[in-house]
């Protein structure tokens, strides 16, 4: 690397020094010159790094070693965001900064492991601040030609084909990179070519280790996940972000999680997030779509003082079908932010995000940033994209910034925007048929949600995540 002359002491990584005794295959961070990289990042890789010491599994396999030279490496150029930074200008992250960050055990201890919910209808994977727990899995009902585990129990062969498509990603920001060195193992699905899996496969992420309000100290885990799905292959995912130890702990999720999708095939994403009222949740999506593939994706998040969701879609041939929906739902001091981004570089793409959030106190606040990007070889795409907030309460916040970047000329795209409180002709209407004002406004709040959680596949799961938050806005103040 041309900038390595100018390190002083030099920041070696260990595989361009064979001179070096590898431990586990353990990178170690070296001073940097402050004009480089932020100290305080390095100081935090340096302990994700160090916590895998007191590992006892064996050493991590060769893709997910890979992962974190490329990541402690990307590193050297990041620093932590602030508000003079365009993608954290309306996202506060400071305050994570100033706690004391400390991974999350190694593995957790199962006799304290929560109790979790279980659909018996649905094959399942449980994860455990990014460990992944066969114990509390069961993957009985899936068809044998699909693998769902740990990397670290792939077959060989497997092991071999994630290692060209992991993390081929430049654009990660500085929390993507602290996942690839902190991820304790990655949880993969692969679907081979032809295999359609009718019975969807649910991801549970449970963030189980947290500390009191009062604490300075604050647990951080690196769960991330890979999706492969081969050429005609088929497969619904549900992954659920859950908080295992009280309601109100404090701890940072900071996931990943890949979706490689080949020509012709199909995933049906539904992401809930429902972390603790206190938890940082930053997360990463990232898709790569081939030729005539389909990537359905319904989000909501309810939990977390800081919710982040970045989202990257790739299109990597033509005649792809991109759907994008997600409700958001911010509190007192809770934070909800989507950046999303879609860029499209072949012919006859379709897209269309919907991007729907209630705000129910002044203190609450909604972030939306979403990018289109059209560029010139991708003639007749068909885009549409639009954002409505509802803000219950004066002083409420929402930052939107729907966008379009065309480069193409024979395309149709569209985007919209629209912020307000309840409108009064939609409440006259109901009192005009003898409804009460309380009753219509219960009725417009809730159904302004469910235009995102009527779109969830799975019936049982759209119940269970409307009465969740039904419940929550009963708990907010914002329905009766």
């Known amino acids: 690397m041309a900038c390595c002359s100018s390190i002083s002491p030099a920041f070696l990584h260990l595989r361009q020094n064979p001179a070096i005794k590898r431990s586990k295959s353990r990178t170690r961070f070296q001073p940097i010159s402050s004009s480089l990289s932020d100290p305080f990042v390095l100081r935090l890789a340096e302990t994700l790094e160090d916590s895998f010491s007191s590992d006892p599994s064996p050493s991590p396999s060769l893709p997910l070693q890979k992962l974190r030279e490329t990541s402690s490496l990307s590193l050297l150029s990041k620093s932590w965001p602030s508000s003079k930074d365009e993608p954290f200008r309306f996202t506060d992250t400071s305050f994570l900064k100033s706690s004391q960050i400390l991974p999350t055990s190694l593995p957790p201890s199962l006799s304290s492991s929560p109790s979790l919910p279980t659909d018996t209808h649905l094959p399942f994977l449980t994860l455990l601040d990014g460990h992944v727990i066969t114990s509390l899995s069961n993957l009985s009902p899936l068809p044998s030609p699909v693998f769902v585990g740990p990397l670290s129990n792939a077959p060989s062969h497997l092991s071999t084909l994630l290692l060209d498509v992991l993390s081929q990603f430049p654009d990660g920001d500085l929390f993507w990179d602290l996942n690839g060195v902190g991820a304790p193992d990655i949880a993969v699905v692969y679907v081979p070519a032809g295999c359609r899996v009718e019975t969807p496969l649910h991801l549970r992420f449970c963030s189980w280790e947290g500390t009191d309000s009062e604490s300075k100290l604050l647990p951080v885990s690196n769960p991330r996940a890979l999706v492969l799905v081969e050429e005609g292959g088929e497969i619904g995912i549900i992954e659920e972000y859950l908080g295992g130890d009280g309601e109100d702990k404090c701890y940072w999720a900071n996931s990943v999680t890949e979706f490689v999708i080949r020509d012709g095939a199909t995933v049906r994403h539904s992401y809930i997030q429902r972390q603790s009222s206190n938890a940082s949740h930053i997360k990463w999506t990232f898709v790569q779509q081939g030729s005539s593939s389909t990537y359905e994706l319904v989000e909501t998040s309810t939990g977390g003082k800081l919710s982040r969701h970045n989202l990257h879609i790739q299109q990597l041939g033509s005649d ?51 990018n289109v990007q059209v560029n010139r070889l991708a003639q007749q795409t068909d885009a549409g994209q639009l954002t409505r907030s509802l803000l219950m309460v004066p002083r409420a916040t929402v930052n939107v910034k729907p ?13 919209g925007a629209a912020i307000s409180d309840l ?3 939609q409440l006259f209407y109901f009192r005009a048929r003898g409804i009460d004002l309380q009753t219509a406004r219960n009725a417009l709040i809730f159904s302004f949600g469910a235009e995102v959680t009527d779109r969830l596949p799975y019936e049982p799961l759209r119940k269970s995540v409307q009465s969740h938050l039904r419940d929550l806005l009963a708990a907010k103040g914002a329905i009766q």
Do not use: M, W
């Open 320 to 370: 792809t079908v991109t759907e994008l929906s997600t409700f958001h739902l911010s509190g007192s001091n809770q934070t909800q932010d989507l950046h999303s981004r879609l860029v499209l570089d072949h012919p006859r793409g379709y897209s269309r995000q919907l991007h729907k959030c209630i705000v129910t106190h002044s203190s609450g606040h909604a972030v939306f940033d979403g």
């Open 403 to 415: 966008n379009l970047q065309i480069i193409a000329d024979d395309v149709k795209c569209s985007h």
């Open 423 to 425: 409108e009064e002709d």
